[in-house]
């Protein structure tokens, strides 16, 4: 079984994520302050801009768009910097055996540790800038967490696999995802969406997603659960292809790269 | 046979060859007419089993499939036809310091090298000093990679995949260690490893070095076997085919 061998290699995923996490940084001045400084710039900037040039009509803008930027950040990043993961390993894969799904979960699971370094940022911000904020729903984070890593995994299962095939995608991924981004509820409430609209956004697993964080830590209230355990679902199937079609191609990896 | 460790059964490998392939839209378009292959068939019905404990050595000119024979083994890629069975724990060194990140120090890398074999936390904690005094990197372990020189480097490499504590050891060509005195110090230890029961199949050029420690010799040529048996035997054969020209 795959999965149990996946297990069996765990402490290769660890230190890929450290290696992938300590190496970023090394040999800069600010090392792993970097993890924390790179957020915090982005808000900073985000709060000027959006305060003071580009007024939006929605009170408190930096925050609300800080709390739905940073776990689209890890959305984003992660099917990126996946989509080209094999490729990148191209040494590792043709030099030694290991199960090929540790590439593509080591970098889903290392940017999403950065996601949540940068939540210390999100919260702090939270607790600075919010307002009447409710921390018992917080509770609901840890789930939205597991929820987002199952849809991200999924996906960057099955970009990884066919980008060894098809080395375009990574370059139409880009393109892609900023469309996605600007389909996704992340720069403006999924209320200002045309009624008529709104099915077609609820087809994007995404929408609940960010919507929830934004509910959770700007709207002070409890995120959808039917909403969400409907992403659940879409997630683990989502997970489950990935597996399968990964599966299938992974046999391949070696002699297309 | 029951005791056998690795099985291989009527394994056949092709590859395709492609003589110009046109990679972009505009190639495709242009030289359509290009994109064409030819199949070669790399390795053609390959059988043979080897014994828990048995060491075997793969032998052939350059280009003859023995380090794809050996990366079949290893898992990296897969037959076309046929099939291969290995029991236990696989560890295959076809290159040295896979997946060293040169900004981290040796022992980090320690740490990530062995994790990419498949080895525990735990398991690496135990095998760690070892791997360093084998190395004899104790008072560098501690700086980053980048620093260490070529010698260096390929030591730290080999000595942790020396310790993976693997059932079967798939080797290729990387017995070119270091001065003379590492690689003697290689070999021995590949001998003790033998002589606790490991099953070891090495690829090399180096005819002296499989007789050393092996107990028999593959000679693979175009693909196919061309004589298998006791080293000294094969050997033979093998140097009298490639004094007379080697075709």
């Known amino acids: 079984m795959v999965f149990q061998e996946i297990y069996q290699y765990k402490s290769m995923i660890q230190s890929l994520v450290y290696r992938d996490l300590h190496g970023r940084y090394k040999g800069s001045f600010f090392g792993f302050l970097w993890t924390f400084i790179n957020p915090l710039l982005q808000l900073i900037v985000y709060s000027i801009v959006f305060s003071i040039i580009l007024r939006m009509g929605i009170e408190n803008y930096g925050l609300f768009l800080f709390v739905a930027l940073i776990p689209w950040i890890f959305f984003a990043s992660s099917i990126q910097a996946g989509s080209s993961c094999i490729i990148d390993n191209a040494n590792l894969v043709n030099k030694i055996y290991f199960p090929r799904e540790i590439l593509p979960i080591s970098i889903v699971t290392s940017c ?146 | 046979m029951s005791d056998s460790v690795i099985e291989v059964k009527n394994v056949w490998k092709k590859f395709k060859i492609y003589h110009d392939k046109p990679h972009t839209l505009k190639d495709k378009v242009l030289f359509w007419n290009r994109n064409k292959y030819e199949v070669r068939w790399v390795l053609e019905d390959i059988s043979f089993e080897v014994k828990k404990g048995e060491s075997i050595g793969i032998i052939g000119k350059n280009g003859s499939g023995k380090s794809t024979l050996l990366k079949l083994l290893t898992k990296i890629i897969y037959p076309n036809k046929g099939s291969i069975n290995m029991k236990g724990r696989v560890a ?95 070999l021995n230890k590949l001998k003790e490893i033998k002589e606790s029961g490991v099953t070891i199949v090495i690829v090399s050029h180096s005819l002296e070095q499989i007789e050393r420690f092996c107990d028999k010799s593959i000679w693979i040529h175009s693909g196919q076997i061309a004589a298998l048996g006791k080293c000294k035997v094969v050997h033979k054969k093998y140097k009298e085919f490639m004094n007379s020209g080697g075709k």
């Open chain 2, 92 to 186: 295959g060194l076809l290159e040295l310091g896979a997946g060293f990140h040169p900004d981290l120090s040796g022992r980090d890398n320690i740490y990530i090298n062995a994790s990419i074999f498949g080895l525990s936390k735990k398991e690496i904690d135990k095998a760690f000093q070892e791997i360093v005094d084998f190395a004899e990197l104790q008072d560098f372990i501690d700086n980053p990679v980048r620093t260490y020189s070529s010698g260096m480097y390929m030591r730290l490499a080999f000595a942790v995949a020396i310790n993976i504590h693997a059932d079967i050891l798939l080797i290729d060509e990387i017995l070119a260690v270091g001065d003379i005195s590492f690689q003697e110090k290689c």
């Open chain 1, 112 to 257: 999403f540790i950065n996601m949540l370094y940068s939540f210390i940022i999100v919260i702090a911000a939270v607790i600075f800038y919010g307002e009447n904020n409710v921390y018992i729903n917080y509770i609901y984070l840890p789930v939205l967490f597991a929820v987002e890593y199952i849809i991200v995994l999924g996906i960057t299962l099955i970009v990884s696999a066919v980008t060894v095939y098809f080395r375009d995608l990574s370059h139409i991924l880009s393109i892609l995802l900023m469309m996605w981004q600007f389909l996704t509820p992340v720069f403006y409430p999924i209320t200002m969406v045309p009624k008529e609209y709104v099915y077609l956004f609820e087809l994007n697993p995404m929408t609940n997603i960010i919507s929830s964080y934004r509910d959770i830590l700007f709207y002070n209230t409890v995120p959808e659960i039917f909403l969400l355990f409907q992403s659940f679902i879409y997630g683990l199937v989502l997970l489950f292809f990935g597996f399968i079609f990964f599966g299938i191609l992974k046999k391949g990896f070696s002699e297309n790269l």
